[in-house]
């Protein structure tokens, strides 16, 4: 469970991946579920919900609140949900994080698109993350005690990222993100570094124990990541734009803007060259090591 620590970094991050993925998936299908482990969460949640009513008509919207521990969540979601328009439900369950399955399936949450945001105090199980992958519907948000990388990927979610949030008193567990939309993966990486910069969060990659936090509150100095980037073309070879960005937000802590800064950083510096002689970095322009 969260500490008072980071109760507020958890649910900003929340509110604002909820706030992106709500609108397009209204968009993609007329149903839609919304699934919250962690009873921090579920007010702000059901906020989100709220505050997007116009684009919920015609629609349906399950909610799907799990939290134990909790025995007064009823009574602080019901202003809340007075405030819900006709076309959201809310089922507040008890339970852990491992019952989320179960509830999923009754809810009837196949094929229709399903965010979740799952607390645990340990480590993600398979059967937890192939549930909420929803066949190829689904995207999670993790806060874990371990990382999660290998498990997600072996759930169905293509695309993942982690990291560890450091706070001045020490870290925080693991935040890992399971999708199948770019667009998604640079909403929660770019969710991740306004939070941070917010709320003084450095983050960490859980690959890298030993590696320095990196510092959110201001655009970074793009070596670190050139590096990575130099590094990545010479194991692969030449690459499109597109993959690097991917690869900026599924195997580092930075952005995909980022990425864009690193590479010209290498452009200029004469490490690798472009497909195209000038102009902005198209996603298809294919960049090369120089020999």
């Not at 695309?159 to 667009?183: K, Q, T, W």
């Amino acid at each position: 469970m969260p500490t008072d620590r980071t109760t507020d970094f958890l649910r900003e991050l929340l509110v604002r991946q909820l706030t992106t993925w709500l609108p397009a998936a209204l968009q993609r299908s007329r149903r839609a579920t919304v699934a919250v482990t962690w009873a921090g969460g579920a007010e702000a949640a059901l906020r989100v919900i709220a505050g997007q009513a116009d684009q919920l008509r015609g629609r349906r919207v399950t909610v799907l609140v799990l939290a134990d521990g909790a025995p007064d969540l009823a009574a602080r979601l019901g202003p809340v949900e007075a405030d819900l328009p006709a076309e959201v439900t809310v089922h507040l369950l008890p339970g852990n994080p491992d019952r989320l399955p179960v509830a999923v399936k009754a809810a009837g949450a196949a094929g229709a698109p399903l965010f979740s945001f799952v607390d645990l105090p340990g480590a993600a199980t398979p059967e937890l993350l192939t549930a909420v992958s929803n066949g190829r519907a689904g995207e999670v948000l993790l806060h874990a005690g371990s990382g999660a990388r290998d498990v997600l990927l072996a759930a169905g979610f293509p695309l993942v990222a982690e990291v560890v949030p450091v706070f001045p008193d020490g870290e925080a567990g693991v935040i890992a993100f399971g999708s199948r939309s770019d667009r998604s993966l640079e909403a929660i990486r770019d969710a991740l570094w306004a939070v941070g910069a917010d709320l003084d969060v450095r983050y960490r990659d859980p690959v890298d124990p030993a590696g320095a936090p990196v510092d959110v509150a201001a655009d970074p100095d793009p070596g670190s990541l050139a590096r990575e980037l130099l590094a990545e073309l010479r194991r692969g070879g030449s690459r499109p734009v597109t993959d690097l960005r991917r690869h900026t937000l599924t195997a580092t802590v930075y952005r995909a803007a980022d990425a864009n800064r690193a590479l010209a950083a290498l452009i200029e510096a004469g490490d690798v060259r472009r497909e195209r002689e000038g102009g902005r970095l198209a996603g298809d322009e294919i960049i090369t090591v120089r020999r």
